[in-house]
């Protein structure tokens, strides 16, 4: 197989919190967006985060966390409750991971 056959334009893929805890909190499950594919920038910029660097972590979720058109969720003025925050990394992390 051709490298050039897996190529293709990132799509947005719809991803869902749904644990127990924002079931409890919110009553129903919470939906973003993420792109199936990252640029290789965002992976190594990932990769070189260390665990006291909570800035670079936050920019860089803030481009993988979007809503149904693609847009950011998170901005200057909005940003997300913190249970909501982590858990949402973890979902990207997980599927950046695939």
């Not at 719809?14 to 939906?31: A, F, M, Q, S």
């Not at 985060?49 to 149904?68: H, M, Q, R, S, Y």
């Not at 998170?74 to 695939?98: F, R």
């Amino acid at each position: 197989m051709k490298l050039s056959d897996l190529s293709s334009e990132p799509k947005l893929i719809e991803i869902t919190i749904d644990d127990k805890d924002i079931l409890e909190t919110y009553g129903e499950p919470l939906t973003f967006y993420t792109y199936d594919r990252q640029p290789l920038d965002v992976f190594l910029r990932l990769a070189n985060i260390d665990g006291k660097n909570t800035v670079e972590l936050i920019n860089i979720v803030k481009t993988l966390i979007l809503d149904e058109k693609g847009k950011p969720v998170i901005t200057d003025k909005n940003t997300l409750p913190s249970n909501v925050m982590m858990k949402a990394i973890t979902k990207v992390t997980e599927q950046l991971g695939k």
